[in-house]
């Protein structure tokens, strides 16, 4: 079992941005290839946001976040990040961090999941 723990959320302003983390632990008995970021707004459906195939270091987006949102992985940390630049007020959501051995891109099979860190955007 893979336990993920995410931090960095927070409230900002429209047009700022933020860095979410998401630390990942117990991998040695559950290796860890591949990492993501998804999102659920009130009211609304858990939505992909991005995947990293930490092997390939191979990313994918989604097409709402693209050339605003970049993840990343740091293997001596066991981490990933999401930088979240010009943030709107629909990024306002709670985020996930994900994990798996499996490489799911944007599909929501991973077996991990972290408890989820809140991301408030409003002037």
């Known amino acids: 079992q893979v336990q993920l723990v995410e931090s960095g959320g927070g409230s900002v302003r429209p047009r700022g941005s933020l860095r979410l983390s998401c630390v990942a632990s117990g991998g040695d008995t559950a290796p860890v290839n591949s990492m993501a970021w998804f999102r659920q707004a009130p009211g609304k459906g858990r939505e992909a946001v991005a995947a990293i195939y930490i092997g390939g270091a191979t990313t994918a987006e989604a097409d709402s976040v693209r050339g605003r949102f970049t993840i990343s992985h740091d293997d001596a940390k066991n981490t990933a990040y999401l930088q979240m630049n010009s943030l709107k007020p629909e990024d306002t959501a709670m985020y996930y961090c994900?994990?798996?051995?499996?490489?799911?891109?944007?599909?929501?099979?991973?077996?991990?999941w972290g408890q989820g860190t809140q991301v408030t955007v409003s002037s």
């Open positions: 994900a994990a798996d051995r499996i490489a799911w891109e944007l599909m929501p099979n991973y077996a991990n």
